[in-house]
């Protein structure tokens, strides 16, 4: 992905062997640390499996869910059957209209390419399908970010953020803002929050 142009082909092809992200990572810790060394994980924007690998790795069953279909046969290819159960599905987020019970909901660098009109519902649905005590992994994009502008793009101000996070407990929020390059080596501006929060145990 040069741009916020979606050729996620190429983007898979770039990332393909990079290892997991570090906002899965902080949320599996924090799951072993209170006893949860697998359970059953939603991976929404999959792509090519980078964060799933690692987690059926680790055991653990994974729904990837994935608007392109390239990314979900690859990812499909790369999973060994030995490892935790894997479940493919094949749909856009703006056409999700239920998600299953899950112990970790991951979206690494996914959710800002959700259509905005769309965002509301779709982060309803991930709270929605957190059992208590469970995870939220993954990125929101900020308004300093170059792909704000993009219509098709959902970024967010910090106040928007911080009304997006209302009803977790913060586990990590790191805003990131820096001159940097995509994974195509294209330069560009980042603004991210990088977040694991925690649904409220009941
Ligand atoms: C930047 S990639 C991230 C992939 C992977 N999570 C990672 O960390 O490398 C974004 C992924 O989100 C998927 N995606 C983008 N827009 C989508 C949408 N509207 N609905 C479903 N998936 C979407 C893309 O197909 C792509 O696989």
Redesign the pocket.
Known sequence: ?DDAS?D?QG?YKA?EGRPP?HTLLWALEALEIEGLARGVAIDL???AG??TLELLRRGWSVLAI???AS?LRRLEQLASPTEGKLTTRHI???EVVHLPSADLVNA???LP???PEAFPRLWKLIRLSLRPGGRFAGQLLGKRDDWASDPGISAFSETEVRSLLEGYQLERVEEEKHAGTTAKGKSKFWHLYHIVLKREPT
Do not use: H, I
């Open positions: 992905m979606r996620w983007y990332v992200r924007g999959a792509g980078r964060d994935d608007g392109a990314g856009a987020f703006e690494s660098f996914s390419f959700c259509q």
